[in-house]
């Protein structure tokens, strides 16, 4: 470690949607996570050259194996190369955990609900993988919004999660698959209000996605009469 910064090597590099991949890391100096936390990824070229970028965990607990998902971003510098060419073996930097504000703890009991678009999915794949693991009795929903359903990560594993204490909301904004008769389009005050929980039961709420995304959810969230307060925002550059 140097700086704070760990030798991360590539144990897995998986095309999860067309343009996204899921990373599985070994860091040995690794402490863990929490549910929602984030950490900075270092690539340096044989030049010298640095580019960092911060990505969320999938990922959580007292373990040296770290979980990505990474878009490949059509301008990227970086992220095309973690997409496309990063192989197994391979080596870079990571300086983490970071965060503290937009994480889930097993010791919450309130409802949660969770709001998605895209990989935004990602921090909150960790806490609902968090919630499962400790049996939590707290009511966990996620609206999940995805341009079709080749676009959504995890799609497997959440439908599995689906149950008395887990509910799963989807809305397609392009291609939804065949007869589906749910919602389309853009998240609008229409499809929030029929698809989360309700502001009188009290929800601590988690929104992760584009910053125009997470915006909108937010602000129609207020509208709804949930408190601000209760409402976390992680948000991503882009549209």
């Known amino acids: 470690m140097v700086g704070g910064w760990h030798v991360a090597t590539v144990r897995a590099a998986e095309m999860a949607i067309p343009n996204g991949r899921v990373l599985t890391l070994d860091v040995p100096e690794w402490t863990g996570s929490l549910p929602g936390q984030h950490l900075d990824l270092r690539l340096t070229a044989e030049d010298g050259y640095q580019a960092v970028r911060s990505y969320s965990l999938a990922s959580y607990g007292e373990t040296t194996k770290v979980e990505l998902a990474v878009d490949r971003l059509p ?25 503290g504000y937009f994480v889930w703890r097993p010791k919450q009991t309130e409802p949660v609900q969770l709001v998605a678009g895209g990989s ?97 959810a937010a602000s129609i969230m207020v509208k709804l009469g949930h408190d601000p307060m209760r409402i976390k925002t992680e948000r991503f550059g882009g549209t």
Not at 75 to 99: C, I, N, R, T
Not at 121 to 148: E, K, N, Q, T
């Open 75 to 99: 301008d990227g510098e970086v992220s095309p190369y973690l997409v496309d060419e990063l192989a197994p073996g391979d080596q870079f930097e990571v300086k983490g955990p970071l965060g």
């Open 120 to 216: 935004g999915v990602v921090p909150l794949m960790a806490m609902a993988r968090a919630h499962r693991d400790a049996g939590s009795p707290a009511p966990f929903r996620l609206l999940y919004s995805v341009r079709s359903a080749e676009h959504a990560y995890y799609a497997d594993e959440l439908a599995g999660l689906v149950g008395e204490r887990f509910t799963l909301d989807w809305v397609y904004t392009g291609r939804a698959p065949d007869g589906w008769s749910g919602p389309m389009g853009r998240i609008n005050r229409a499809i929030i209000e029929s698809q989360t929980t309700p502001a009188a039961e009290r929800p601590t709420v988690y929104i992760c996605g584009a910053t125009g995304f997470v915006e909108t």
